[in-house]
């Protein structure tokens, strides 16, 4: 039985890329003591999760975004490269990469960022403030209950340093849970007659997996379900060891990614809006975004030639993300799942390009060499032929074909539609109504701008929020983001800070949610940009001595403009402006370094605090 006066408690279910991410923020923008459980129910998935952890991405496995854009802060972009560069402890790395320094364009191995994350956790732990606890949790939570007092969770096998095992399930009471729980994997119906054949892996991306191909036979014949990034790993994994049979990829749509250039560097262009009329039908929908593609290439080929060929598409995505909104709003949600349905693998293309580290290993193979053949069709079956081999079925393209294959790679993707999730979880959440699917896109979970779980009639589920996959469907239609960026890295450091700031607001006593109408107080005007400023440097500081210390400059500021208010009120407003300017996304994140003066208020504050 708990204490009726425990602290404030924040679980955060899941701790791979989204749970940590949002963790260490909630350790440095805490200002009182509040404990934090950081709860996962594999271990092996811990500051990882399924894209990142060690076992199931060998050493050559990279993101397939640059080493320079891979930064947790996106107030801080260089701190993946300063952390593999100076900080990260190199005794155990592979030969390949020890003696690497690594700069902005160069690829680095997945792998490394359950370290880097694990680190920057760590630190984050012992820089918060007093009576600011972390608690990395085992366990998985399998139901929500909202109470007077915030939720009340029920967790399997809940155990941390210092506390038993729970045998069974355990109630854990809180004042706010926070969704982590990452992609959910689709379930492969058509090879329903095969999952737990030798020969077929379901899910490449563990430890059992990447040995079984790294023992495979070098002339064995290899079907790999899918032709994108994930399919490119496994090819190029492949290739790397010597393999000499013939490597199968298909996929209905047969797109393959694009390749960085060499010197490539994220940038946001301001080019000119698409043009659609919805009134026109949804028959012409996709047949306007074409057109309107065209229009934006042959403008960013004039008006920008220093833009790579290759890396146009990304511009044009990037750029439009703030005017799909609107778009969006007018257009029917049938007819947008029909859209995000049909050209999602082409989006995916447009999107997201991959290091030539993996995609020059490949695309050889399969250019030159022929070894790698894409296919194009649709997996619909999957049998056993005999002990060790497999026949898959393939539709498209005219009458049904088969593949024989000596080992199945399955990257059948994750599931968009949550009402099919296996997890107990989401089950729960949507059987009892605190969470409702997506309406407009049928991807993920309704949410507000906070990420607050949605229930059917639009209020608010309690304490409960998301962050990450969960969010999908709310990503494309209120920020315009497509494909896989509904919820990638750069999404998610977002959410991370937003989230972890709304949170604290409700819980801690120096902020009150009611926050004032309209501009500042005519006491506040002239000093309203330098309040925000010093928020924003408090919550992008790492050391605790340096966040008390623009604290402190902030209430005073306050008190000495507002002597006769309350002050916890327009502590809030400041908050969450700070806030917005910190996800500010319609710049790169050098560039919001740059605006946010964080260079130069760094190197005042050491010298004003030495």
């Given at each position: 039985?708990?204490?009726?006066?425990r602290?404030?408690?924040?679980?955060?279910?899941?701790?791979?890329?989204?749970?940590?991410?949002?963790?260490?923020?909630?350790?440095?923008?805490?200002t009182?003591?509040?404990?934090?459980?950081?709860?996962?129910?594999?271990?092996e998935?811990?500051?990882?999760?399924?894209?990142?952890?060690?076992?199931?991405?060998?050493?050559?496995?990279?993101?397939?975004?640059?080493?320079?854009?891979?930064?947790?802060?996106?107030?801080?972009?260089?701190?993946f490269?300063?952390?593999?560069?100076?900080?990260?402890?190199?005794?155990?790395?592979?030969?390949?990469?020890?003696?690497?320094?690594?700069?902005?364009?160069?690829?680095?191995?997945?792998?490394?960022?359950?370290d880097?994350?694990?680190q920057?956790?760590?630190?984050?732990?012992?820089?918060?403030?007093?009576?600011?606890?972390?608690?990395?949790?085992?366990?998985e939570?399998?139901?929500?209950v909202?109470?007077?007092?915030?939720?009340?969770a029920?967790?399997?096998?809940?155990?941390?340093?210092?506390?038993e095992?729970?045998?069974?399930s355990?109630?854990?009471?809180?004042?706010?849970?926070?969704?982590a729980?990452?992609?959910?994997?689709?379930h492969p119906?058509?090879?329903?007659?095969?999952l737990?054949?030798?020969?077929?892996?379901?899910?490449?991306?563990?430890?059992?997996?990447?040995?079984?191909?790294r023992?495979?036979?070098?002339?064995?014949?290899v079907?790999?379900?899918?032709t994108?990034?994930?399919?490119?790993?496994f090819?190029?994994?492949?290739?790397?060891?010597?393999?000499?049979?013939?490597i199968?990829?298909?996929?209905?749509s047969?797109?393959t990614?694009?390749?960085?250039?060499?010197?490539h560097?994220?940038?946001?262009?301001?080019?000119?809006?698409?043009t659609?009329?919805?009134?026109?039908?949804?028959?012409?929908?996709?047949?306007?975004?074409?057109?309107e593609?065209?229009?934006?290439c042959?403008?960013?080929?004039?008006?920008?030639?220093?833009?790579?060929p290759?890396?146009?598409?990304?511009?044009?995505?990037k750029?439009?993300?703030?005017?799909?909104?609107?778009?969006i709003?007018?257009?029917?949600?049938?007819?947008?799942?029909?859209?995000?349905?049909?050209?999602?693998?082409?989006?995916?293309?447009?999107?997201?390009?991959?290091?030539a580290?993996?995609?020059?290993?490949v695309?050889?193979a399969?250019?030159?060499s022929g070894?790698?053949?894409?296919i194009?069709?649709?997996?619909?079956?999957?049998?056993?032929?005999?002990?060790?081999?497999l026949?898959l079925?393939?539709?498209?393209?005219?009458?049904?074909?088969?593949?024989?294959?000596?080992?199945?790679?399955?990257?059948?993707?994750?599931?968009?539609d949550?009402?099919?999730?296996?997890?107990?979880?989401?089950?729960?959440?949507?059987?009892?109504g605190l969470?409702?699917?997506?309406r407009?896109?049928?991807r993920?979970?309704?949410?507000?701008e906070?990420?607050?779980?949605?229930?059917?009639?639009?209020?608010?589920s309690g304490?409960?929020?998301?962050?990450?996959?969960?969010?999908?469907g709310d990503?494309?239609v209120?920020?315009?983001r497509?494909?896989?960026?509904?919820?990638?890295?750069?999404?998610i450091?977002?959410?991370?800070?937003?989230?972890?700031?709304?949170?604290?607001?409700?819980?801690?006593?120096?902020?009150?949610?009611?926050e004032?109408?309209?501009?500042?107080?005519?006491a506040?005007?002239?000093?309203?940009a330098?309040?925000?400023?010093?928020?924003?440097?408090?919550?992008?500081?790492?050391?605790?001595?340096r966040?008390?210390?623009?604290?402190?400059?902030?209430?005073?500021?306050?008190?000495?403009?507002?002597?006769q208010?309350?002050?916890?009120?327009?502590?809030?407003?400041i908050?969450?402006?700070a806030?917005?300017?910190?996800?500010?996304?319609?710049?790169?994140?050098?560039?919001?370094?740059?605006?946010?003066a964080?260079?130069?208020?760094?190197?005042?504050?050491?010298?004003?605090?030495?």
């Open positions: 039985m708990e204490s009726p006066h602290s404030r408690r924040i679980v955060v279910v899941g701790a791979g890329l989204a749970g940590t991410a949002t963790t260490i923020r909630l350790l440095r923008f805490a009182e003591p509040v404990e934090i459980v950081l709860l996962e129910r594999r271990k998935h811990r500051h990882a999760g399924v894209a990142y952890f060690p076992a199931g991405n060998p050493w050559s496995h990279v993101f397939n975004i640059q080493a320079g854009r891979m930064s947790a802060f996106r107030e801080d972009v260089d701190d490269l300063n952390w593999a560069n100076e900080e990260a402890d190199r005794s155990a790395w592979s030969a390949e990469w020890r003696d690497v320094t690594f700069f902005e364009s160069d690829p680095a191995p997945r792998r490394l960022y359950a880097y994350l694990a920057r956790l760590t630190e984050a732990a012992g820089e918060a403030c007093a009576g600011v606890v972390l608690r990395e949790a085992d366990g939570m399998i139901d929500l909202p109470c007077a007092a915030g939720v009340t029920v967790i399997e096998n809940l155990s941390w340093p210092g506390k095992p729970g045998l069974g355990t109630t854990l009471d809180a004042d706010h849970i926070i969704l729980t990452g992609p959910e994997l689709r119906r058509f090879a329903a007659a095969v737990d054949h030798p020969s077929y892996l379901r899910m490449p991306y563990t430890g059992a997996a990447v040995e079984r191909i023992t495979l036979p070098p002339h064995a014949v079907a790999i379900i899918g994108m990034l994930s399919a490119y790993d090819a190029a994994l492949l290739l790397r060891q010597g393999h000499a049979g013939p199968y990829m298909i996929s209905p047969s797109l990614p694009r390749t960085y250039p060499a010197d560097r994220h940038g946001v262009l301001d080019i000119p809006a698409p659609i009329d919805v009134e026109r039908g949804s028959a012409t929908l996709a047949g306007q975004f074409e057109a593609w065209l229009r934006a042959l403008f960013v080929a004039g008006q920008h030639p220093e833009v790579h290759t890396v146009i598409s990304e511009r044009i995505a750029s439009w993300e703030a005017h799909l909104p609107e778009i709003r007018h257009v029917s949600a049938e007819d947008l799942q029909t859209l995000l349905a049909r050209y999602g693998s082409r989006i995916a293309t447009l999107r997201v390009s991959a290091m580290y993996t995609t020059a290993l695309d050889s399969y250019r030159d070894q790698v053949q894409v194009t069709g649709r997996v619909t079956d999957v049998r056993p032929l005999g002990q060790d081999r026949s079925t393939l539709s498209g393209g005219g009458s049904p074909r088969t593949v024989e294959a000596d080992l199945v790679i399955s990257n059948f993707g994750r599931e968009f949550y009402t099919e999730v296996a997890s107990p979880l989401w089950q729960r959440l949507l059987s009892s969470a409702v699917p997506h407009k896109t049928g993920g979970v309704e949410v507000d906070f990420g607050t779980l949605l229930m059917a009639d639009g209020r608010g304490a409960i929020c998301a962050v990450g996959a969960p969010r999908e990503e494309i209120r920020h315009g497509l494909g896989a960026f509904g919820f990638n890295l750069a999404t450091k977002n959410h991370s800070v937003s989230v972890a700031a709304h949170v604290l607001r409700h819980l801690e006593s120096r902020f009150d949610s009611s004032p109408d309209g501009p500042p107080t005519p506040l005007d002239n000093e309203w330098d309040l925000v400023s010093l928020e924003i440097q408090r919550l992008a500081a790492r050391e605790r001595r966040r008390a210390e623009y604290r402190a400059q902030l209430d005073l500021k306050l008190r000495t403009g507002l002597a208010f309350d002050i916890r009120a327009w502590l809030s407003a908050n969450r402006a806030i917005d300017r910190l996800t500010e996304v319609s710049v790169t994140p050098r560039e919001l370094r740059a605006q946010l964080l260079d130069h208020q760094s190197a005042t504050s050491d010298r004003s605090l030495q």
